[in-house]
């Protein structure tokens, strides 16, 4: 203990907690101090002591008595079931004088003297891998563990007011170095051997005040995807992330969840060699930088090795470490623990670039190389484009070919192994034949790292069997749900012949106008589904894992009572105006999560031309029989562009919420489609969408006070509400959707002269934002579903309708009545039309979807 600190002498202010003991600084030395003493001097020769490494208050009390008292630590994984196999080579090969015990320490070897010839600088051994499954060992000096352990303090900025947590396993050096620079800095650590990947373990932070808490892209992940952070944590100012690769995009989509707690997200990248840390971001790096790993920590030089071979991109060159925290080398046999310095440097073996602020961005790895039909393939850099593109993967190969494991958990782009091995052919300019894809849990080292030799050999396993699962699976008898059931309902709402199993539901056309109509549909074949149902593959839905309890989707119910809001508002049956404004809410919502959430320009142009086609055709064919049946209309309404040239005060101006909607979503579509919006989009999708709906309110305010004519239902003067409905589909976070709502409320609260207008639009929008599903009556789930589906023809044919029910007297009864005809009539239109109009939406093909009977 006192080896890592400047001042032996010091006084330790922070506290020790484990379970219900709390110790205090102070204590922990004397308890160390005591520990040390059972050891021989060492000055009669220094021993090598094994430490089985367990996240326990007595074996971290063990550790650093073995360094208090001279001699040196093996640092192995605790002693568990399944560990004796990792541990029996380095064991058999660095056999212990001593090993640590509960409470104290035992001779396995000569009590007379120890067996070692130990270098008088060598204080700390640990594996290279972070499992003891190799006899290569780090050798580590007293210099390198204070070194980086100031370093760390200083990166960081850790004072004694911060707590920390044993979030890693300890023989691991980066858990390792979360005790060391919490020794140095005089700060408190809580001992406690749960995972970040559970519940529980955040409890603890919760309750014990905990300020920062290390993580590896595993766990990282894992909370990026949940909305655990959103529950609080008021002491919690810092996540670190290190030990791997996490793509950009879930280095900002975690930085987001973050900051909605008041914390922060620092990403760094290390070795065991430089004894933990290299670089550390700096504050607010992972919002402005998310594909950097920081800047190098304080003490340590870098450079650049631009003439290694692999080096082939402009200022990419192998990541060179020098300075105190360089390892003193490596053992590989028992004779080696005598040696001193053998390294000045380290060659990190990893290929990066360093910009004019000093941020370092990793890009590949040097070696890890295949060559594929006269290829050569960085299986680094194609596993950070595919992160990049959003799937979680692990990929190695050799050059008889390239295997690619994938998460099953991967919440963006769940499109699992046909779409990876296409993006992986076109990422890698390979062809698929020599790809083989698997979609499994990721295999996991106990210390938190994908175990990258496991699953290669999982994916090896599993293609052997894949053609054979797929038929089982889709060959299926009995009363159980099959692949193929699955695609039949949804092909047949999107009227095509066949689907891909392994692509979803919006990858092959789906988008709002169909999803009503495919979610009960698909709901009655398989049970209620996952909200996010559209973006997972159709073999996934086949698997008996739905719930059964009959709730619906809050927009499918929203966008039902608001058409009758609507229909029963204009025959004054009932005063609630303001539900045309909630549906454009719900088509910016639907429009994110469908076709603006593909990955190209050209996809979701061709997929907005869909929709764009899906609602014009109801709409002119409305507008055209109210034209010629009684000047109601005019040829303005019946190309949707009414007010541009049409009047904002007569019969024509009925139909401006579909006029509104088409421009909306052709110039968000725009929009994102101009590349520097498109990259930040893909970054983080939330931040580009309420920006645009901030800027939107320019135009709202502006017609507003230049104009006496009714404005509320010209695009110019919606457009803010239909992109806070798109930015709310991606506000992962509370905060995120309060700031959403909060455009909004600058917008509504003033729009129209009615407060109780504006209020009803902000609740429909606040229903979007914060209720996922409702619980609706078995029986009425079917005519939920299919007033929703029917939302567009019932309202433009509504008025239509209206003029055919006779008034026979003046009242509420028969307003209802043709209230009632209209909802029921525009249902009836769209059963009618429905087929014929998605057959010709699905002639304008979105790339990669299937072709349709016609196309044929």
Avoid at 388 to 410: M, S
Avoid at 554 to 583: E, K, Q
Avoid at 803 to 825: D, F, N
Wanted: glycine share 10%.
């Amino acid at each position: 203990m006192k080896l890592l600190l400047d001042d032996p002498a010091a006084i330790l202010p922070g506290s020790w907690v484990a379970g219900d003991r709390v110790v205090t600084g102070a204590e922990l030395g004397r308890l160390v101090s005591e520990r040390a003493r059972l050891l021989p001097d060492s000055l009669d020769g220094r021993c090598l002591v094994h430490v089985r490494m367990e996240r326990t208050l007595d074996a971290i009390i063990g550790y650093l008595a073995v360094l208090e008292a001279g001699h040196v630590a093996l640092v192995l994984g605790p002693g568990q079931p399944g560990q004796a196999a990792r541990t029996e080579q380095v064991v058999a090969t660095y056999p212990a004088d001593l090993d640590l015990v509960p409470g104290g320490f035992d001779w396995v070897g000569d009590p007379r003297g120890p067996r070692h010839l130990l270098h008088p600088d060598l204080t700390v051994l640990l594996s290279t891998s972070g499992s003891t499954g190799s006899p290569k060992l780090v050798r580590l000096s007293r210099e390198n563990l204070r070194a980086n352990a100031r370093g760390i303090v200083a990166a960081l900025g850790l004072t004694a007011d911060d707590r920390g947590i044993t979030s890693l396993p300890l023989h691991y050096c980066y858990g390792l170095s979360v005790l060391h620079a919490h020794l140095v800095a005089g700060a408190s650590l809580v001992i406690d051997d749960g995972s970040p990947v559970e519940p529980e373990f955040w409890s603890t932070v919760r309750e014990r005040g905990v300020t920062n808490v290390a993580l590896v892209p595993h766990s990282a992940q894992w909370l990026a995807d949940s909305a655990l952070l959103d529950s609080g944590f008021p002491d919690l100012r810092m996540l670190t992330q290190a030990g791997g690769r996490l793509p950009a995009r879930s280095i900002s989509q975690l930085a987001a969840a973050a900051s909605s707690t008041g914390c922060e997200v620092r990403v760094m990248y290390g070795q065991t060699e430089s004894t933990a840390r290299i670089t550390i971001g700096p504050p607010g790096c992972a919002e402005r930088h998310p594909d950097s790993v920081g800047r190098a920590v304080p003490g340590t030089g870098l450079r650049l090795d631009l003439s290694v071979p692999e080096a082939d991109g402009p200022g990419v060159g192998e990541l060179v470490v020098t300075g105190p925290s360089v390892m003193l080398g490596y053992a590989e046999h028992a004779d080696d623990l005598a040696l001193g310095r053998m390294q000045h440097e380290l060659r990190t073996g990893d290929l990066a670039t360093i910009d004019d602020h000093g941020f370092v961005r990793i890009v590949g790895r040097r070696r890890n190389f295949a060559k594929l039909m006269g290829l050569r393939v960085d299986l680094d850099r194609l596993e950070q484009l595919l992160g990049e593109q959003g799937h979680e993967v692990v990929v190695t190969g050799d050059d008889t070919g390239l295997r690619i494991a994938v998460n099953p958990a991967v919440h963006d782009d769940p499109g699992r192994a046909s779409r990876v091995r296409r993006d992986a052919a076109a990422a890698s300019g390979v062809g698929p034949a020599v790809i083989d894809v698997a979609v499994m849990p990721m295999p996991l080292l106990d210390n938190g790292k994908v175990d990258r030799i496991a699953a290669d050999a999982l994916v090896r396993a599993a293609t052997l069997d894949s053609c054979r699962e797929t038929r089982r699976s889709v060959d299926s008898g009995g009363e159980a749900v099959t692949v193929t059931d699955v695609a039949g309902v949804l092909a047949s709402v999107l009227a095509v012949d066949s689907l891909d199993p392994d692509r979803s539901f919006v990858e092959q056309g789906g988008d709002s106008l169909t999803h009503v109509a495919a979610t009960t549909r698909l709901g009655a074949l398989v049970g209620d589904l996952p909200s996010d149902w559209h973006h997972r593959p159709l073999r996934e839905l086949a698997a008996p894992e739905h719930r059964t309890s009959h709730r619906v989707e809050t927009n499918v119910v929203l966008r039902a009572l608001t058409v009758l809001m609507i229909c029963f508002s204009h025959t004054r049956v009932i005063d609630a105006a303001g539900g045309a404004h909630v549906l454009l809410a719900i088509a910016g919502w639907n429009a994110a999560r469908f076709g603006l959430s593909l990955e190209g320009a050209r996809q979701r142009l061709q997929a907005t031309l869909r929709s764009v086609v899906g609602v014009w055709l109801p709409t002119a064919a409305a507008a055209i029989v109210g034209m010629v049946a009684s000047d109601r209309y005019g040829w303005a309404n019946v190309f949707l562009l009414n007010w541009l040239f049409g009047g904002l005060d007569d019969t024509r101006v009925e139909l401006w919420f579909v006029d509104s909607l088409v421009a909306c979503l052709v110039v968000m579509t725009v929009l994102c489609a101009v590349p520097p919006i498109a990259r930040a989009r893909r970054a983080d999708p939330w931040r580009v969408h309420v920006v645009i709906a901030a800027l939107a309110l320019v135009p709202r305010f502006v017609a507003h006070a230049i104009s006496d004519a009714p404005v509320g239902g010209v695009p110019h003067t919606v457009f803010f509400i239909f992109a806070v409905g798109a930015a709310i589909s991606h506000a992962a976070t509370v905060q995120r959707r309060l700031v959403s709502l909060t455009v909004l409320a600058v917008g509504i609260v003033t729009y129209f002269p009615d407060p109780q207008r504006n209020l009803t639009i902000l609740a429909g929008v606040c229903l979007l934002a914060f209720v996922r599903d409702v619980p609706v009556p078995r029986r009425l789930v079917s005519t939920v579903v299919v007033i929703a589906s029917a939302s567009l023809y019932i309202y433009v044919f509504q008025f239509q309708i209206f003029q055919l029910v006779p008034r026979w007297e003046p009242g509420v009864v028969p307003g209802i009545a043709r209230s009632l005809a209209a909802v029921v009539g525009g249902c009836l239109l769209w059963w009618l039309a429905d087929p014929f109009v998605t057959r010709l939406r699905s002639l304008v093909r979105l790339d990669g979807s299937p072709s349709t009977a016609r196309d044929r």
